[in-house]
């Protein structure tokens, strides 16, 4: 199956979903833009949307 | 670290899954990485979403027919990006709702990012009803409106609750729980907190 790519992203998904902390990031799947993004089935114009962020985002100060 | 936007893409990806099955939506999805850019070709992406879409099955027998044959009539050589292209937009049209999500846009090559995110739009003017999840840093922001000018943008930034509760697991799990008091507790979450409240 590698024809199509290479890449193996479910790998990556384990890996980043058990780094994770739960609860962290709930407040995202509450806020009006995402659930508007997420149960708007028409039109393009709710179509992407973009969490901007910077990597060290908290880092420093938790190590 | 729990609290980047990486870890906000792992998340939406799970919350969209959960309801993926009862719904029949597809959810598909990558995270780009900076140790992968050579590997992480525009043609790669696309081939990595399209392969999800045809190994979660749900799609018209003559396409998958399709994609069996362009795997045999390209062989080694690997498909161009336009024919992935035509066949990742056929497939997506046969199905009720395609999520695509990809995170860590910034760690893609600067050129490949602007293919990827053409190649998204391309998607979208196809099938309006796809709906695409993007994370990266804030200089992205400005491609991705380029490409998006109606992109709704969420930044994220420490948020004091999920801090508060990180720290706490951290200390539930300190390896020499004697050594601890409740004062000192409290002590630590409220530092941490105001250090943080003065960034």
Known sequence: MCWHSPLEPSNRHQGARAGRFDGVGNWLLETSEFREWRYSEGGAGKAVLFCSGNPGVGKTYLR | ?199
């Not at chain 2, 027998?61 to 992935?84: M, N, S």
């Not at chain 2, 979208?124 to 400005?142: A, C, K, M, Q, Y």
């Not at chain 2, 951290?170 to 507790?185: G, Y």
């Open chain 2, 1 to 199: 670290m729990p609290l980047t936007a990486r870890n906000i893409g792992s998340l939406v990806i799970d919350s969209l899954c959960d309801r993926a099955q009862e719904d029949n939506f597809a959810v598909i999805g990558l995270y780009c990485d900076f140790l992968s850019q050579q590997e992480q070709t525009t043609t790669n992406i696309m081939g990595a979403l399209l392969k999800q879409l045809v190994v979660r099955g749900g799609i018209p027998d003559h396409l998958r027919a399709a994609f069996e044959k362009g795997k045999e009539e390209f062989g080694g050589r690997g498909p161009r990006l336009a024919d992935l292209m035509g066949m990742l937009k056929t497939v997506i049209a046969s199905l009720r709702q395609v999520f695509i999500c990809l995170d860590g846009l910034g760690e893609c090559l600067p050129k490949r990012l602007l293919e990827v995110l053409e190649s998204l739009r391309d998607i979208l003017r196809e099938s309006p009803g796809t709906r695409i999840f993007l994370t990266g840093r804030p200089h992205v922001g400005e491609d991705v409106q380029r490409y998006f000018s109606r992109a709704v943008v969420i930044p994220i930034s420490p948020n004091p609750n999920d801090i508060q509760n990180y720290v706490e697991m951290r200390l539930d799990r300190d390896s020499e729980p004697e050594a601890m008091s409740n004062d000192l507790r409290v002590d630590i979450v409220r530092v941490i907190l105001e250090k943080i409240s003065n960034v």
